[in-house]
Every structure is written in structure tokens, then in C-alpha cells.
């Protein structure tokens, strides 16, 4: 590519002017001319950080990479920079870097910091992503962006066009931003695909460099971003020098908490982190009026008035965002002076990217706890020890993802190719994320698929039959470009096309008699399409009622943040160096708790009640697997005894004279000994719509699916294996 070999010349003369202001290590004098000239004129850097120093080295051995490091801690730079140096020396046409994103706000966030450094060299950064308009997205033939910023799903609609695929072909390296953020979910399995998918357009292998935050199994990250058969690099940055600071407000009313929560953040930038959307609306309700300006932020709010918030917030002066984990990764809003943590958080991970979102440019990170009881202050604590230790959450891709199995399977067939039965499987088999389907669950899906009308056989062929083209062939079958489950809300737009948010079913009859309020504004609803399930809402000077959701909760407490709650309770308090008035509240909540509990085994506890006994099956597991192992007894319990259950327990009620500790013992005990596959049926049918394509696959599969991948029964037996004897 012309221009940048011309880059290459001109800057060569230019940069013998600046040899001696970065230090020459070995890494930075192997970097093309041009990029040096950059990073001391534009960047005007004096060194590189470490994690910076480090990622250069183990990209130039050939290693794929992931890099660790805290929010501000130079990891788009670590990424970037080796990536723009080797397409610099390569001087290929085409895309030749690529950066995916979980979120298009993180996108809209980076070009302005990526062209910073692009520009100089005359390479042209683009982005496209379903909020650029049309225009502003589309490129020529043969004047394809350099870099290219997108989304999985976007990516995915790229490569179903010709043209734009064969603007991959040069394709060099891969920039995965939070990649944390992706490996759990069906977004991951479907990203995992498109990485082996791009390899396969380019001809050879495309260079991966993952992004992340702090977590507790990085190796296992490493090798699921990467392959056995590449090179790996893991790239940690140092722990920060900066302290860190906490405050606490144990109070039980809840007016009380928001005036606490006025106080602390007045005059200041800061973020109040909360657990729900519904009580993130709450408290800005209650905040309003007393502070200013104030916003909220989260996922059933519109992306236009969530970018107004994050904009004020950058700005100059005080302000206040009430929000969930939509602002837990790394859009840049500024530098924070507080984040408060309203309520516990519900894992380590969580807590320390809240955490890292203050203390920039060496100042310490501060946040404050607004608790509103003794257990909120047990969970606080154990977030506290567990990060202290450096522990964090540890993250694995889905088992059996066989929705997104399906989803590659048509995009393959869309592609034109004829293929057989046999071949096909095969196929998409060969993407590494269905290693795990086995070739019979493979051939159960083909069956239903074929037996449904979704496939035809054409002699000995497969093909689209019409149930998928009935279905799934609207707008250029745009629905096979993503895995995301299709929420049910009512989406609210106004009469000029502004999108306001998206509003729970439950919620709607409601708005459409008292209006509403979202994000502190007042709307009316003007009609409503159930069909299409959208509002048409004006602008209302009445403050309505505020919205409630009834689904996407949070999993509740993690397993490491159980278990660090379970040694507070082993030793008798926590050894963290705590106000009175926190170390007093853990001992009181922590005080009626019996003796020989702890993380790590299961201990099964009986104490009499009025009438009966309770028997607690204590795991520390956290609350999903805590509702799995309720599943388990309720189906070999009598239907009369209650079974209930927190992060912490399981709790049986039994009536009286009934031996209800050795029942609860035996059960678990003959649970311990049996296969996943004998616990299938025993678990909750789950409706198709759990999943993307949830609908296209046979419900036997979708049992195995939930059984080992939402209800976690390989980890409940072997959590089982720790059972004390009696």
C-alpha cells in the first residue's frame, strides 16, 4: 500500500529529531520508523509502561496475546501498537486490523483515541455498527478502512457480503476489547466462531490480542481466545501503586441511604453502582432535586440518552450517574473522583471493575459502601478479603451451546454451498466451540430441523426448507447475525423516531393509563402496537409511575464471593481492618450460624423448630447452584417439605417426627453418585426462548443444554464429593 511505505520515508528523517526522548529498548527500536515518530510527537510519551514493554515483545515472537490490566492501565495501547507496527511493515491493502467490542458505546468511545494515533500514519479508521447510519458506514470497493472498529453481530453481516469479506482476506490482527466480557455468554460462542471464520477467509492465521480486566482463571481465557496449536502469551500488568480507600454507611432506611448518597457525591464526579434497573430509577427519583446534575443508566434505557449521560459526565464540573453494570466497562467518562457501591455487589470481578473505574493518573481509588443491613455488610467484607487475596471469578465458555450450532449451520448453508448431511456436521463441527456437541446430539438436531420443515434433503443434499425461510428470512435474514436472545419489552419511540427505552410487558398497562417516568423525564403514551410490541410516547410535564422488569436480574452472589463469606464464618469475623460499627454488623450476622461450616465441603446441620425441624445443607456455592441443589431435593423429598435456599444454604423444613436430617443426607449422598446425564429430567423445563434458536432444536437437547450449562449439574456433583459424613 503506497501511502504507507511514503509514511515510512518521510518519517525516518523526522524521527532521528526524537531518539533521545523515549528510551531505546529493544522492543521500541524494532518498531516501524513511522510509529516511533508517533508515539514521542503525538502521544509524546517518555516510556512505555510495562504491560506495554511486554505485549510488544510476545506479539513479535508470534504469540497471540491477552493482556491484563486495570481500567487506565494502557491496555488499548498494548493492543494496538504491535498491531499497527506489523501492519505498518507489512503494508498489506484491505482491513488489516480489527477490533470487536461487546458494546457499540465502547466503540463510539475508542475511534477518537485509536485515530489519534492512526491518522499520523495515513491509516483511515472506521467504524460500523447498527447506530452508524447507512452511509457513514459503507465503504467502495477497494477503499476499505485500515482499522475497523465493529461488534460480533455487525462483523457477522460483513461477512455475508461478498465484497466486504473479500476486504478481509488481508486481515492481520484481531483486537477483542473486554474479552472477559464475552466468554461465559452465547455473544462468546458466537465471537469464537467468527475468529475461526476469519482465519479461514484470510488463508492462515490472524493474529488475536484479547483485552481484559482482572480474572481468576487468565490461563484457561488464554487458550479459549487462542488454539493448542498457536503460540500464547499471557501480558499482566503490574498492581497499581495507588491505594486504595473506603468508606462505609450502615443504615437500614432507605431515605436515610440516598441522603448518604447525596452527601458523598455533592460537588463531586461520581458513579452510585446499584443491583437492578429498578432501583436504579428509584434512587435517582429520591436523588433528584437534591443534587445536579444527576442521571441514570442502564440497558432499558435508549443509547442516545445513556451517551447523554456519559458525555456530562466527561465534561467539566459535578455530576452523578445512578447506574447498573452497563458502566462497569471501560467507557471513558472522565476522570471520577468517588464510585459508590449502594447495597453489595454480587461478585469480586464486579466489585474491582467498579473499583478500578477511580484512583487514574496514581490517585487512590475510592469507594464508598451505602449498606442497608448486617448481611449487606458480611457481603461487603467478603468482596473486600477476596480481592485483597487477588481473587477473582473464574470464567468458562458454555458447554453445549447447541442454539449457536444451528445459527453456523444455516449461515453455512446461506452461503450457497451444496453440501451433504455428513459433510455438514462435519463442518460446523470443526468450529472449536462445538468440540463438546457430540456427533448423536449433532444428528438428533439435523433430524428436527429436517422433520420441522426448517431443512429439506435435495437428493443427497441439505437445504433450507420452508419453515427457516418462513421464519427467519426477513430483512436479507438478518436474524442468523446474533445470538442474543430477542427480549419481549415494548420498545417507547417517540413520534420523531427517538427511541426512549424499553419498558417490561408487566409494565405496560399501566403506562398506557399513567404515563411513566424513565430516566427522570415524564412520558405519555399516545398508543401502543402489541403486535410489534413498541409505545408512541410525547414528552409529559407529569412525572408518572417509574418502571419495574421482571426479568434480567442479577445471578445473584458468585461462588468465590460465597466462599469468601463462608471463611469470614469459619474464623469467627473478618481480619480486614474495619470500622466498629462493620465489624460489629458481620458479627452479628454471622452470630446464630452454627459451628464446622466453611467453603469447600458440604455440611448438613439440623436444629428443632416450634413443630418440626430445619435442616440447612450449608455449600457456600452462591445462589444459582444453591437453586440447583433445591431442584435435586425437591424431586427426592416428600412434596411436603419446603425447600428454600440463599448463597449460602439450602434449607429443608421438616415436619415433626420425621428423621429429616438423615433424608436430606441420603438424598445428597445418592445424588453424589450418579451422572449428569441421570439429572436431566429432574430439572425445570425452560421455555425455546431461553435461547436464540431455542425454538429451532428438540426439547431433549435443550434439557441437556440447560442441565449442564444454566443449572451448572456437572460443578453441583462435584461440589456433592465434599458432603461430611454425618
Known amino acids: 500500500m503506497v501511502c504507507l511505505r511514503r509514511v515510512s520515508d518521510r518519517s525516518s528523517a523526522i524521527y532521528a529529531r526524537h531518539t533521545n526522548t523515549l528510551p531505546v529498548t529493544s522492543a521500541y527500536s524494532r518498531l516501524h520508523p513511522a510509529l516511533r515518530e508517533v508515539i514521542v510527537s503525538t502521544l509524546r510519551w517518555d516510556e512505555f509502561r510495562a504491560v506495554q514493554e511486554a505485549s510488544l515483545r510476545s506479539f513479535a515472537e508470534g504469540s497471540d496475546l491477552v493482556i491484563l490490566a486495570p481500567t487506565a492501565g494502557g491496555k488499548t495501547e498494548s493492543g494496538f501498537i504491535p498491531a499497527l507496527d506489523d501492519l505498518l511493515k507489512a503494508g498489506t491493502d484491505g482491513v488489516g486490523i480489527l477490533y470487536l467490542s461487546p458494546l457499540k458505546a465502547l466503540i463510539n468511545d475508542q475511534i477518537d483515541r485509536i485515530s489519534r494515533i492512526a491518522a499520523p500514519l495515513a491509516l483511515l479508521v472506521s467504524a460500523w455498527h447498527g447506530d452508524i447510519g447507512r452511509s457513514d458506514r459503507a465503504w467502495r470497493e477497494g477503499e476499505a478502512p485500515h482499522i475497523l472498529l465493529t461488534t460480533p453481530e455487525s462483523l457477522e453481516v460483513l461477512l455475508t457480503d461478498p465484497i466486504r469479506r473479500d476486504d478481509l482476506k488481508n486481515l492481520r490482527?484481531?483486537?477483542?476489547?473486554?474479552?472477559?466480557?464475552?466468554?461465559?455468554?452465547?455473544?462468546?460462542?458466537?465471537?469464537?466462531?467468527?475468529?475461526?471464520?476469519?482465519?479461514?477467509?484470510?488463508?492462515?492465521?490472524?493474529?488475536?490480542?484479547?483485552?481484559?480486566?482482572?480474572?481468576?482463571?487468565?490461563?484457561?481465557?488464554?487458550?479459549?481466545?487462542?488454539?493448542?496449536?498457536?503460540?500464547?502469551?499471557?501480558?499482566?500488568?503490574?498492581?497499581?501503586?495507588?491505594?486504595?480507600?473506603?468508606?462505609?454507611?450502615?443504615?437500614?432506611?432507605?431515605?436515610?441511604?440516598?441522603?448518604?448518597?447525596?452527601?458523598?457525591?455533592?460537588?463531586?464526579?461520581?458513579?452510585?453502582?446499584?443491583?437492578?434497573?429498578?432501583?436504579?430509577?428509584?434512587?435517582?427519583?429520591?436523588?433528584?432535586?437534591?443534587?445536579?446534575?444527576?442521571?441514570?443508566?442502564?440497558?432499558?434505557?435508549?443509547?442516545?440518552?445513556?451517551?447523554?449521560?456519559?458525555?456530562?459526565?466527561?465534561?467539566?464540573?459535578?455530576?452523578?450517574?445512578?447506574?447498573?453494570?452497563?458502566?462497569?466497562?471501560?467507557?471513558?467518562?472522565?476522570?471520577?473522583?468517588?464510585?459508590?457501591?449502594?447495597?453489595?455487589?454480587?461478585?469480586?470481578?464486579?466489585?474491582?471493575?467498579?473499583?478500578?473505574?477511580?484512583?487514574?493518573?496514581?490517585?487512590?481509588?475510592?469507594?464508598?459502601?451505602?449498606?442497608?443491613?448486617?448481611?449487606?455488610?458480611?457481603?461487603?467484607?467478603?468482596?473486600?478479603?477476596?480481592?485483597?487475596?487477588?481473587?477473582?471469578?473464574?470464567?468458562?465458555?458454555?458447554?453445549?451451546?447447541?442454539?449457536?450450532?444451528?445459527?453456523?449451520?444455516?449461515?453455512?448453508?446461506?452461503?450457497?454451498?451444496?453440501?451433504?448431511?455428513?459433510?455438514?456436521?462435519?463442518?460446523?463441527?470443526?468450529?472449536?466451540?462445538?468440540?463438546?456437541?457430540?456427533?448423536?446430539?449433532?444428528?438428533?438436531?439435523?433430524?428436527?430441523?429436517?422433520?420441522?420443515?426448517?431443512?429439506?434433503?435435495?437428493?443427497?443434499?441439505?437445504?433450507?426448507?420452508?419453515?427457516?425461510?418462513?421464519?427467519?428470512?426477513?430483512?436479507?435474514?438478518?436474524?442468523?447475525?446474533?445470538?442474543?436472545?430477542?427480549?419481549?419489552?415494548?420498545?417507547?419511540?417517540?413520534?420523531?423516531?427517538?427511541?426512549?427505552?424499553?419498558?417490561?410487558?408487566?409494565?405496560?398497562?399501566?403506562?398506557?393509563?399513567?404515563?411513566?417516568?424513565?430516566?427522570?423525564?415524564?412520558?405519555?403514551?399516545?398508543?401502543?402496537?402489541?403486535?410489534?410490541?413498541?409505545?408512541?410516547?410525547?414528552?409529559?410535564?407529569?412525572?408518572?409511575?417509574?418502571?419495574?422488569?421482571?426479568?434480567?436480574?442479577?445471578?445473584?452472589?458468585?461462588?468465590?464471593?460465597a466462599q469468601s463469606v463462608g471463611r469470614i464464618a469459619e474464623r469467627g469475623g473478618s481480619d480486614l481492618p474495619l470500622p466498629q460499627e462493620i465489624r460489629d454488623a458481620i458479627a452479628k450476622a454471622i452470630y446464630s450460624w452454627p459451628e464446622g461450616i466453611g467453603p469447600g465441603r458440604v455440611t448438613v446441620i439440623s436444629e428443632p423448630l416450634v413443630e418440626g425441624t430445619l435442616v440447612s445443607v450449608w455449600t457456600f456455592l452462591g445462589d444459582r447452584p444453591n437453586a440447583t441443589v433445591t431442584h435435586l431435593l425437591r424431586h427426592l423429598l416428600p412434596p411436603r417439605w419446603p425447600v428454600q435456599y440463599d448463597a449460602y444454604a439450602v434449607s429443608v423444613t421438616v415436619p415433626p417426627g420425621e428423621d429429616g436430617r438423615q433424608t436430606v443426607y441420603d438424598a445428597l449422598l445418592h445424588c453424589s453418585t450418579l451422572k449428569k446425564e441421570d439429572l436431566v429430567d429432574w430439572m425445570p423445563i425452560l421455555p425455546p426462548e431461553t435461547w436464540a434458536f431455542g425454538r429451532l432444536l428438540p426439547e431433549e437437547i435443550r434439557r441437556k443444554m440447560a442441565a449442564v450449562d444454566i443449572f451448572a449439574i456437572p460443578g453441583i456433583l462435584a461440589a456433592l464429593k465434599g458432603l461430611r459424613p454425618l
Open 173 to 561: 490482527s484481531v483486537i477483542i476489547d473486554e474479552v472477559h466480557a464475552f466468554i461465559t455468554t452465547d455473544r462468546g460462542v458466537h465471537l469464537r466462531c467468527l475468529l475461526d471464520r476469519l482465519d479461514r477467509v484470510a488463508d492462515r492465521r490472524v493474529r488475536r490480542i484479547g483485552l481484559s480486566a482482572t480474572i481468576g482463571n487468565p490461563d484457561q481465557l488464554l487458550a479459549w481466545l487462542s488454539d493448542p496449536s498457536r503460540p500464547q502469551s499471557l501480558v499482566r500488568a503490574p498492581s497499581s501503586p495507588s491505594g486504595r480507600r473506603f468508606s462505609f454507611t450502615l443504615e437500614s432506611d432507605e431515605d436515610e441511604r440516598i441522603r448518604s448518597v447525596s452527601r458523598a457525591v455533592a460537588g463531586k464526579k461520581a458513579l452510585v453502582f446499584v443491583g437492578s434497573r429498578t432501583g436504579a430509577e428509584r434512587i435517582h427519583a429520591g436523588l433528584s432535586g437534591r443534587i445536579s446534575p444527576v442521571f441514570v443508566h442502564h440497558s432499558a434505557i435508549s443509547s442516545d440518552l445513556r451517551h447523554e449521560a456519559e458525555e456530562r459526565m466527561a465534561g467539566h464540573g459535578s455530576a452523578c450517574i445512578i447506574c447498573t453494570s452497563t458502566l462497569e466497562l471501560g467507557i471513558d467518562i472522565g476522570g471520577l473522583d468517588l464510585v459508590i457501591q449502594f447495597g453489595p455487589p454480587d461478585s469480586v470481578a464486579s466489585f474491582l471493575q467498579r473499583l478500578g473505574r477511580t484512583g487514574r493518573r496514581g490517585s487512590p481509588s475510592e469507594m464508598a459502601f451505602i449498606l442497608a443491613s448486617e448481611d449487606d455488610a458480611l457481603v461487603a467484607a467478603a468482596a473486600l478479603e477476596a480481592a485483597r487475596e487477588h481473587e477473582a471469578e473464574s470464567l468458562y465458555p458454555p458447554a453445549l451451546p447447541c442454539h449457536v450450532f444451528v445459527q453456523q449451520l444455516f449461515l453455512l448453508l446461506r452461503a450457497g454451498r451444496a453440501v451433504g448431511r455428513r459433510p455438514l456436521i462435519e463442518a460446523v463441527r470443526r468450529l472449536t466451540p462445538f468440540e463438546g456437541i457430540s456427533e448423536s446430539d449433532c444428528d438428533q438436531i439435523l433430524d428436527h430441523l429436517l422433520a420441522n420443515g426448517y431443512l429439506v434433503m435435495d437428493g443427497d443434499l441439505v437445504a433450507i426448507g420452508p419453515t427457516a425461510e418462513r421464519e427467519l428470512s426477513k430483512s436479507h435474514w438478518i436474524a442468523l447475525c446474533s445470538v442474543i436472545s430477542g427480549g419481549n419489552g415494548y420498545r417507547a419511540v417517540t413520534p420523531d423516531g427517538q427511541v426512549v427505552g424499553t419498558l417490561d410487558p408487566c409494565f405496560i398497562e399501566v403506562a398506557a393509563v399513567e404515563g411513566f417516568t424513565l430516566a427522570g423525564r415524564g412520558w405519555r403514551v399516545i398508543s401502543r402496537d402489541d403486535a410489534r410490541r413498541g409505545l408512541l410516547v410525547v414528552p409529559s410535564d407529569r412525572q408518572g409511575p417509574r418502571p419495574f422488569w421482571t426479568g434480567g436480574g442479577t445471578p445473584g452472589l458468585s461462588l468465590l464471593l
